[in-house]
């Protein structure tokens, strides 16, 4: 198993900056992916950035490239997300969330062909204009 704790979230005023952190523990080796999503009320859960374990590749999606960044400290057993210029649409709980080969765990979501089973129980982000 795998266990996911984010921190970080907050409120900020538009074009503001915050950073997200995910601290993972347990059978972490096992992760292939890590991500983060976000759900804004009444709104689909969608992704935000991903990281490709083995060679750190990363993709974002299309409303935050250019002001998102995700990394990973391997020694640390962290994800991070680095938000700037952020706008009042960011508004969300983001959700830090691991794709690993545990079959016992059902994928919740899936994204660039990442099966993500383990999730985090959220931080708030909340952008004022």
């Known amino acids: 198993q795998v266990q996911l704790v984010e921190s970080g979230g907050g409120s900020v005023q538009a074009g503001g900056s915050l950073r997200l952190s995910c601290a993972a523990s347990?059978?972490?080796?096992?992760?292939?992916?890590m991500g983060w999503f976000r759900q804004a009320p009444g709104k689909e859960r969608e992704g935000v950035a991903g990281?490709?374990?083995?060679?750190?590749?990363?993709y974002y999606a299309d409303s935050v490239k250019g002001r998102f960044t995700i990394s990973q400290d391997n020694a640390k057993n962290t994800l991070y997300l680095q938000m700037n210029s952020l706008k009042p649409e960011d508004t969300a709980m983001y959700y830090c969330?691991?794709?690993?080969?545990?079959?016992?765990?059902?994928?919740?979501?899936?994204?660039?062909?990442?099966?993500?089973?383990?999730w985090g129980q959220g931080t708030q982000v909340t952008v004022s204009s």
């Open positions: 969330a691991a794709a690993t080969a545990d079959l016992q765990a059902a994928a919740q979501d899936s994204w660039r062909g990442c099966q993500y089973n383990y």
């Open positions: 347990g059978y972490t080796s096992s992760s292939y992916c």
């Open positions: 990281i490709y374990t083995g060679d750190g590749g990363t």
